[in-house]
């Protein structure tokens, strides 16, 4: 569906008609491609301003009743909320009879205004809001940088420049004469005339305008006659009438040859079939609309269901294929039986060092079998290979029979499918769609973290020291220490190994916490009675074990505390043979 420049023209009146002065409401996101802006009605109650952006279906139009948005909208929409909160739209502005409609929005208390601009030219499509005092672009609902369009860019804070004329101008702005020396300057027919040197010339208002002045859009400009221009006049000032008074006379033609009918401001002529005139333009366009979305939708689903579909079928056409082929080399599986046979009937006349020897077939004497001997095996271990690839291709052929019933029924399966997908439409499509997708991968099992085999003592509000009891706590402490950990030692004492956690690198250890993590080393070292005791401490990073002693270090870059050990109850799993410092 696409809108002509009459038609947004008629939709912009009615908007005004309907919602010019009154308050904004609310600002939602209907689907992917569609904002509602509810505003109250001037006939009372309230309606929506919607403004679609989707390829199949652009369009500006307005509707009634309720609409539930998206829970999440974008962040085009989210921001169109904060802006035009507490707004009151002012009008809808076709501008320069071109597929552009500005919608314009006030806000009293911020003392602002805002214009969405409606670009409504097929997969371009877009959404822009601009300052309205400023002209600069707040936001877009497709932002177009420098890499996607070298001269237009659709950016937050850039000047609003908008889709050039190429040329063309309003066709109602001008006087006849001045329309008349346009089209007299082109040698061209009066169609491609008309549609080069005027916006918005799309094929319904040229076969107006031509039906009306009896004139063939095949005619050359250069070939008309006095009485053409008068006609041709004629039916310009009619159109231009009904343009600038708004005398519109909506009409809805069902298209027999497609679902989607087609909606147009005044009656065309001589029309396939008769028309439905309409009171309203905005509802029915916006019902058309969604209608189109969703057909494209469907389309969409059901390409993507065939070709997944298809994918399958040829995949399954292949493992097919190839199973026959193997199923044509198993065959000779008994052939491989034979070879096993003669080789160990004549192991007695066969050198250790042949390759290739040849032998009375052992179910057939007068019939010869010549048999390979692998390079590096005697003729019993080459006998013993044949009579392994014997079982494994015996295996296979009796096996690939029911694989084979298996893949054909998956195969007809899919045949089936894809008729059905052809036909299908709505939730029926959407379910076949589910359940033709391949299962998701299960998660793969989190492996259960071991239990930490240390002690761990709380120390302050945020830090936890680990101790090492023993040589083989001591060996895994190391191991499960992070780079900026702080490792702590027994100066001069054996065991008495403890860890520090920190949760980032540059976290700073308050002075309280190093003593008190020190005590607790001290207390579980062999010197935990001494009266002071020295504890070294430094980052995990520069502590290195001793190759071939286990539990024992070396270590660097450290400072020393004095601390008095904290006492501690003995331990049922410390260790005589604790690990002395490196």
Known sequence: ??????????????INRMFGGQPVTAVRQLDSTTIAITVAATTGGWGHIVVGIHPSAPFVAWTRGRREGLKEPVPFVKSLRAWLDQSTFNEAVQKDFDRLVFLRFANQEKAESLTLICEIMGHRSNVVAVHEDTGLIRDAWKRIPASLNRVRQILPGLPYQPPPLQGRVNPFSLRFEEVRDRLSALTVTLEEGLRQSFTGMSPHLIA?????????????????????????????????????????QPVRYPNPTEKVSLIYPIPLPQPTTSGEPLAEMGPTIFSLAQQIIQEAAERQAREGLLRSLRQQWDQLTKKIAKLEQEQQMTCQFVLYRKYGEALLSHLHAIPKDARLVELPDPEDPTAVLTI????????????AEYFETYKRLKRAHQAIPQALSRLAKEKSRLETLLKEAEQLQGPALVNLTKAVQPPAPAPAPRKKEKPVPFLRKKVGERYEVWLG?????????????????????????????GLLKRDKKDQSVPSHIIQEAARLVAAHSSRRTSQWVEVDYTEARYVRPIKGKVGQVLYTHFKTVAVRPQIREKSPTDDADESEEG
Do not use: V
């Open 1 to 14: 569906m696409q809108l002509d420049s009459l038609t947004l023209l008629a939709i912009t009146k009615e």
């Open 469 to 497: 009891r023993n040589q083989e706590e001591n060996r895994l402490l190391l191991r499960a220490a992070a780079p900026h950990d702080l490792w702590f030692h027994t100066k001069g004492a054996p065991g008495g190994h």
């Open 208 to 248: 107006l305008l031509l039906h009306g002045s009896n004139l063939s859009p095949s005619t050359p400009i250069s070939s008309m006659q006095e009485e053409d221009w008068e006609r041709l006049l004629a039916s310009w000032n009619r159109l231009t009438i009904i343009a600038q008074s708004s005398s519109f």
């Open 372 to 383: 390979r001997i692998q390079e590096g095996l005697t003729p019993s271990q080459a006998a």
